[in-house]
């Protein structure tokens, strides 16, 4: 079956510092992928998708970025994390087409 | 970005008693998407729909996709108090090369015994 992880489930960070969550995949190949943000428990905001290794695609315009440097593993980044950062990152796979099953989550706390 | 309409934003409910969603567009779907997400977790999906007028059941929770294909309702049956959690539609596109959603804001269920 597959599996979903996300790394670190918690994190407090200053502003002004760089980021890096990261998500791996299990028991499938060649998955999309996709990183969305939720603010207030509410509202899931879609920030960047993956058809393929290299391949990123961006929703919103940010001070965050997305790369996919395996198949099965997605990261977020920042160069320098804002205030307005704040929230609970998801990420989630789908088969092409396909229906989307999300990870835990990592919670960020910018301070 | 979201482009559903969910109803009711929040609903208090006793025990027993049975819930009703909904959610509806103006854009058609030809995937109708149910989630429940617990305060901390990421969405667990709850039920898929694939077809316009398809019915579906998941032990005491029923969904339907609504034969226009822009709206969806769901329904838990006897709640209790496992229920709690916040639930989220989703429509999207199977046609393209891949599965973009679009969210509904939530619907944020209480239970009380």
Redesign the interface.
Known sequence: SQTIH?WPATLVQPVGSPLSLECTVEGTSNP?LYWYRQAA??????LF?S?GIGQISSEVPQNLSASRPQDRQFILSSKKLLLSDSGFY?C?W?P??????????T?LTVL | GQQLNQSPQSMFIQEGEDVSMNCTSSSIFNTWLWYKQDPGEGPVLLIALYKAGELTSNGRLTAQFGITRKDSFLNISASIPSDVGIYFCAGGDRTGSWGKLQFGAGTQVVVTP
Do not use: E, K, M
Request: hydrophobic share 25%.
């Open positions: 996300q999309n428990g509410r509202g899931l905001q879609l998708y058809v998801l989630a789908s092409p087409s396909g229906t989307q099953y999300f990870g835990p989550g919670r």
